[in-house]
């Protein structure tokens, strides 16, 4: 018996050792913040957006305006999200602040809209647009079949999810390389623009605020499009445990990235008026390939393989900010607990990131790029202006907590202002039922949250289930 309790007591010290080294690896630098943060934000949007929001703007001046209010937006969220991560240094983004500020059930109603419509959304959209560039040229002088574009977003659904299951390096590395390539191709459409300028092409800027929109919902829905093209500002927030250094990584990421994928992008959009006019511009379909077409001529294959190389390393991106919500959700209790584990040997959150994919795989069949890209701006300014609304509580009413780094207070203030403009102003001027939706889908996780989470109420069948799954991935809690 003395010998059956030494062994007990040696196995559980192993075990208790072994569950303590079970832990994601903090494998994210400077250079790959940088990288995560403009590699997210330069994907689709700035090759698919600039006609849209000149389509609501209406003139080419006002339409650059809201690309740099948009970027000043951007920088000002990070910013403030940038003090929140020095506050509280744990993965999650909004999803953990609003849990610790709020309390369990508006964190719950983020973390259940955000994993099962926002975030999966938002991959579906980026591997669209990638699917949309890859199959192009196999299909010359008429638009690809559906079934064909879905089908590789689908597959480039599916080797994302076995890249970031595999290895944080691997992921780190590709984040690395793809963004080099992405800045490397704004870089060439810039250039070529400013050559262009130099040789005389003004004559989209003559005038440039002729037939300017001034109501309230196409400026919101302008920033909705232009805003698109910036999300990702947060991403690092989401990763904060994986971080080296946080306190020093996290805002210096953010003064580093930001600004200059905004410079870039006021510059790409001055060479796509440069090119062509404003109503040629409306008529492309596809605007970096027409200023490709009329400027780089026989090389203007470059700018779709770019297109191709910028949009996969943004769902990459996407991807493993992603993934870590569902999984910090589920360590918290909010979701299930398979969701919550890490596998014991490639440490890093495989069965979160499977679930993504699956859901991701699901918004292939049913959206398409322009209501996903909408409809995730409206839900997604609604829980950054609640999250910033938790920075300010902070500010107000718990200045003696440590913090590394201090935003001036009028900077989330004004990203609040911003965040109820844009959730509010196409409610007000052009309701949709959409919308109505949306809010009702949100709201329905109080159904789950009561019994599940409040209660704790698990079914057994759910814990053979997360047995047998655990077994099957090799998986175990952190």
Same mark, same amino acid.
């Given at each position: 018996s003395i010998m059956r309790k030494r062994k007990t007591a040696d196995s559980s010290t192993d075990l208790s050792e072994g569950r303590e080294n079970l832990r994601l690896k903090q494998e994210v630098g400077l250079i790959s913040g940088v990288s995560l943060i403009a590699g997210t934000m330069v994907g689709s949007g700035i090759f698919m957006s600039p006609e849209w929001v000149l389509y609501h703007m209406g003139s080419p001046a006002s339409s650059l305006l809201i690309w740099a209010l948009c970027g000043v937006l951007a920088m000002f969220g990070a910013l403030s999200y940038a003090e929140l991560g020095t506050i509280i240094k744990e993965s999650g983004g909004e999803y953990i602040y609003i849990l610790r500020i709020f309390?369990?059930?508006?964190? &719950?109603? &983020?973390?259940? #809209?955000?994993?099962?419509?926002?975030?999966?959304?938002?991959?579906?959209?980026?591997?669209?647009?990638?699917?949309? @560039?890859?199959?192009?040229?196999?299909?010359?002088?008429?638009?690809?079949? +559906?079934?064909?574009v879905k089908c590789t977003a689908a597959a480039c659904i599916l080797l994302l999810t076995i890249i970031n299951c595999l290895n944080v390096k691997l992921v780190t590395s590709i984040m690395n390389i793809f963004t080099a390539a992405k800045l490397l191709a704004l870089l060439v459409i810039a250039v070529g623009g400013l050559v262009l300028l130099a040789k005389g092409h003004t004559q989209s800027f003559q005038n440039g605020f002729q037939n300017t929109t001034a109501g309230i919902a196409p400026i919101g829905v302008a920033f909705y499009q232009g805003l698109w093209s910036y999300d990702g500002w947060n991403n690092l927030n989401y990763v904060t445990e994986e971080l080296k250094k946080p306190e020093v990584t996290l805002p210096r990421a953010v003064m580093i990235a930001i600004p200059l994928v905004t410079c870039l992008y006021l510059l790409v959009? *001055?060479? @796509?008026?440069?090119?062509?006019?404003?109503?040629? /511009?409306?008529?492309?379909?596809? *605007?970096?390939?027409?200023?490709?077409?009329?400027?780089?001529?026989?090389?203007?294959?470059?700018?779709?393989? &770019?297109? *191709?190389?910028?949009?996969?390393?943004?769902?990459?991106? #996407?991807?493993?900010?992603?993934?870590?919500?569902?999984?910090?959700?589920?360590?918290?209790?909010?979701m299930p607990d398979i969701l919550s584990m890490a596998h014991v040997r490639c440490l890093t959150p495989a069965p979160a990131l499977i679930f993504t994919s699956a859901m991701s795989l699901i918004m292939i069949l049913s959206g398409t790029f322009t209501t996903i890209v909408n409809f995730f701006s409206f839900i997604a300014w609604f829980f950054y202006g609640m999250t910033i609304l938790g920075l300010l509580y902070l500010k107000i009413k718990k200045p003696e907590l440590p913090r590394a780094y201090k935003v001036p207070i009028i900077i989330p203030l004004i990203v609040l202002v911003a965040a109820v403009y844009l959730v /509010?102003?196409?409610?007000?001027?052009?309701? +949709?039922?959409? &919308? /109505?939706?949306?809010?009702?889908?949100?709201?329905?996780?109080?159904?789950?949250?009561?019994?599940? *989470?409040r209660f704790k109420y698990h079914p057994r069948f759910l814990q053979r289930i997360t047995l047998h799954l655990q077994l099957f991935l090799e998986v175990a809690p952190t």
């Open positions: 309390g369990p059930l508006p964190a &719950f109603l &983020f973390a259940y #809209t955000s994993v099962i419509l926002v975030r999966p959304g938002s991959v579906a959209a980026v591997c669209l647009s990638f699917a949309e @560039y890859a199959v192009a040229p196999f299909y010359p002088g008429c638009s690809s079949p +559906q079934t064909v959009n *001055v060479s @796509y008026f440069a090119a062509m006019t404003p109503s040629e /511009l409306l008529s492309s379909g596809a *605007v970096a390939v027409t200023w490709g077409d009329k400027v780089l001529g026989s090389w203007s294959w470059l700018i779709s393989l &770019f297109v *191709v190389l910028s949009t996969f390393g943004s769902s990459n991106g #996407t991807f493993f900010s992603g993934g870590r919500v569902c999984y910090t959700a589920a360590r918290e209790g909010h /509010l102003a196409p409610i007000i001027d052009q309701p +949709q039922m959409e &919308f /109505l939706y949306i809010f009702l889908f949100t709201l329905s996780g109080i159904i789950f949250y009561f019994p599940l *989470v």
